[in-house]
T-cell receptor, first 113, second 111 residues
Framework: GDSVTQMQGQVTLSEDDFLFINCTYS??????LFWYVQYPGEGPQLLLK?????NKGISRGFEATYDKGTTSFHLQKASVQESDSAVYYC????????????FGTGTRLQVLP | EAAVTQSPRSKVAVTGGKVTLSCHQT?????MYWYRQDTGHGLRLIHY???????EKGDIPDGYKASRPSQENFSLILELASLSQTAVYFC??????????FGSGTRLLVI
């Protein structure tokens, strides 16, 4: 079945560092991929989505692209701030007839001042 | 502003008791979901619904029931609460394009 793997469970950076987190996916159809972000005490919220391989999704200073050849999807930001500390989920979109997305296990980002 | 509202925000329940978690959305979305979140497991789907008066089992439905009496409301029911059901529960809604809107969560402690 469809799956998403996030190998980085925790990432610790200092302010102004470059962020790069990655996930891999497996599916038999042409996917839409998402990054959701969850701040402490809140529910996850959509950060950005990418509907086409090699196209770039951009939101709030974050960028994401996915590579259909390597089935990888990454999120990057040039300069992180302490306020970016959160859990980031890689999410595989669902076929329209089910709308059941697949969540990765999340990457916890801690940004030190 | 469109939203997903969960109640209660937190609850302490006794083992063997009945617990009902409620969710209300004003997004006019057809799809609604219940997830649980545990440390180290991310989000796991319990039940979902794509139309009123119908619910579907997710990946971990055992020990849980769901009810969707209207498009706006979706409840999660624990008939016999157990210690293993201590977790944070999230409700979400979607129009069917995989963009989910989540509530703020219900923190459930079963003692």
């Amino acid at each position: 079945g469809d799956s998403v793997t996030q190998m980085q469970g925790q990432v610790t950076l200092s302010e102004d560092d470059f962020l790069f987190i990655n996930c891999t996916y497996s599916t038999t159809w042409y996917p839409t991929l998402f990054w959701y972000v969850q701040y402490p005490g809140e529910g996850p919220q959509l950060l950005l989505k990418v509907t086409t391989a090699n196209n770039k999704g951009i939101s709030r200073g974050f960028e994401a692209t996915y590579d259909k050849g390597t089935t990888s999807f990454h999120l990057q930001k040039a300069s992180v701030q302490e306020s970016d500390s959160a859990v980031y989920y890689c999410v595989l979109g669902a076929p329209s007839n089910t709308n059941k997305v697949v969540f990765g296990t999340g990457t916890r980002l801690q940004v030190l001042p | 502003e469109a939203a997903v509202t969960q109640s209660p925000r937190s609850k302490v329940a006794v083992t063997g008791g009945k617990v009902t978690l409620s969710c209300h959305q004003t997004n006019n979305h057809d799809y609604m979901y219940w997830y649980r979140q545990d440390t180290g497991h991310g989000l796991r789907l319990i039940h979902y619904s794509y139309v009123a008066d119908s619910t579907e089992k997710g990946d971990i439905p055992d020990g849980y029931k769901a009810s969707r009496p209207s498009q706006e409301n979706f409840s999660l029911i624990l008939e016999l609460a157990s210690l293993s059901q201590t977790a944070v529960y999230f409700c979400a809604s979607s129009s069917g394009n995989s963009d989910y809107t989540f509530g703020s969560g219900t923190r459930l402690l079963v003692i």
